[in-house]
Nanobody, 118 residues
Framework: QVQLVESGGGLVQPGGSLRLSCAAS????????MSWYRQAPGKERELVAS????????TYADSVKGRFTISRDDAKNTVYLQMNDLKPEDTAVYYC???????????WGQGTQVTVSS
């Protein structure tokens, strides 16, 4: 069955770093664009970063540009989000999402909590 399992979240001090991973199974990972979203308490879910399945081009929310990096390893069916210089406003549940490049079919992970606090 289809699974997207996020890991790597936790509590970190402002200025610190975390690396999130999202391990995929049950579908043809290399044919899916991958994205990271986040949702803070009381706020809507927002797109953080995405990477295509073709040329691996990336896009980022303005709020994370220069601090976050999305990457993928198709051999491991995994997408990563390297987060540096974390700020309290980065606190949220982070979700990965897979979108099939030939249709709108998509899958979500269950989320991993990231808390940035001193």
């Amino acid at each position: 069955q289809v699974q997207l399992v996020e890991s790597g979240g936790g509590l970190v001090q402002p200025g610190g770093s975390l690396r999130l991973s999202c391990a995929a199974s049950g579908f043809a990972f290399s044919l899916y664009g991958m994205s990271w979203y986040r949702q803070a308490p009381g706020k809507e879910r927002e797109l953080v970063a995405s990477i295509t399945s073709t040329d691996r081009s990336t896009t980022y929310a303005d709020s994370v540009k220069g601090r976050f990096t999305i990457s993928r390893d198709d051999a491991k069916n995994t997408v990563y989000l390297q987060m540096n210089d974390l700020k309290p406003e980065d606190t949220a549940v982070y979700y990965c999402r897979a979108v099939y490049r030939f249709s709108g079919r998509n899958y979500w992970g269950q989320g991993t909590q990231v808390t940035v606090s001193s």
